[in-house]
């Protein structure tokens, strides 16, 4: 358990609180280590209001001088959006910011557990001091969910595997922060764009098209049709044109774990 073995006490101790989730937690640390590169694992955490705070102060004091106020000034690292070179999962995080990184232009930093869970929370909620709590799971427990119980895989699209009904989500984690991921789950009438709507087109020729809106202005409309092709379409040869008024997407009924999983396995989706 390479975690517990370098001392994050806290880390450990809110994984501890729930005892029921340990079992799994062990299990997949265990195979995950073996099988990432850096040997780390996405384990189970809880960011709260009060670490969200104590980060956004850790930030100020020890981060914005290179990397700037809002997180971007250092190339090709994008803090507030989650875009490292290298890092992956919340224990890559804690490495690169306990030992350094490139070559020692970003030095060591001596963070006690509290403060290392702040700047973490505070770069996970894409630096919203006031952003919602984000649970992170098991990012391999969260693959099977997105396959299997959650049904997600049955309208979205990841690495070049399944359909073209909803966006393909093979790079959401650089697109979306883990706050408005944990929103496109559980409340997506709220996090997800109209544009992307449900469409129903019927065309002077009588060719009906389903698909998913892209793009429209006055004139013309842009669609994914349900075989995946892009179309663009005049409305002056539209008989019918339909959007649905509601997201295709349902809230879901998964449990808060189920959801902490799927979270943690879309964070690892970016190209
Ligand atoms: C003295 C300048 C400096 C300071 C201070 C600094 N960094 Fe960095 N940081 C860098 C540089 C330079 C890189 C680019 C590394 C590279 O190009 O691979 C970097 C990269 C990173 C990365 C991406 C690492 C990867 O390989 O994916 C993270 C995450 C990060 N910094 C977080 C932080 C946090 C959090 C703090 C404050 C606790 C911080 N940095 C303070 C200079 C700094
Ligand atoms: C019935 C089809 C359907 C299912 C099932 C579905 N989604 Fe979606 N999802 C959509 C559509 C369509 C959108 C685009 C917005 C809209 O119209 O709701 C979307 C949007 C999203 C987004 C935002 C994408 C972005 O680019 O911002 C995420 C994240 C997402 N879904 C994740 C999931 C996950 C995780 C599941 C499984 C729990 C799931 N979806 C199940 C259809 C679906």
Not at 73 to 95: I, K, M, S, Y
Request: glycine share 8%; proline share 5%.
């Amino acid at each position: 358990m390479p975690e517990a073995a370098n001392g994050g006490a806290s880390w450990w101790t809110d994984a501890l609180d729930q005892s029921r989730r340990i079992g799994a937690t062990l299990l997949a640390a265990a195979t995950i280590a073996a099988t990432t590169a850096g040997g780390a694992e996405m384990a189970d955490h809880t960011y709260t209001a009060e670490a969200l705070a104590t980060g956004a102060e850790v930030y100020v004091e020890n981060c914005a001088l290179c990397h700037g106020p809002d997180g971007t000034w250092v190339p090709d690292v994008n803090l507030a959006r989650g875009e490292f070179p290298t890092v992956v999962t919340d224990a890559d995080l804690r490495r690169v910011i306990t030992e350094g990184a490139a070559g020692g232009r970003m030095p060591a930093f001596n963070l006690n557990a509290n403060r290392l869970d702040g700047i973490i929370a505070f770069m996970r909620t894409g630096f919203d001091p006031d952003g919602e709590p984000v649970m992170l799971g098991d990012a391999r427990r969260g693959a099977t969910v997105f396959n299997g119980a959650g049904g997600c895989s049955a309208c979205h699209r990841v690495n070049g595997v399944g359909p073209y009904t909803a966006p393909d989500l093979s790079n959401v984690a650089r697109r979306r922060t883990p706050a408005a991921l944990q929103r496109a789950i559980r409340q997506p009438e709220t996090a997800l764009l109209p544009i992307n709507r449900a469409v129903t087109i019927l065309t002077r020729d009588e060719e009906l098209i389903e698909g998913r809106r892209l793009n429209e202005d006055t004139f013309t409309v842009q669609l994914m049709d349900a075989k995946g092709q892009l179309r663009s379409l005049a409305k002056a040869d539209l008989v019918r044109f339909e959007v649905a008024q509601a997201p295709t997407h349902q809230p879901t009924l998964l449990s808060d774990d189920d959801v902490a999983d799927l979270v943690a396995y879309l964070l690892t989706l970016r190209r």
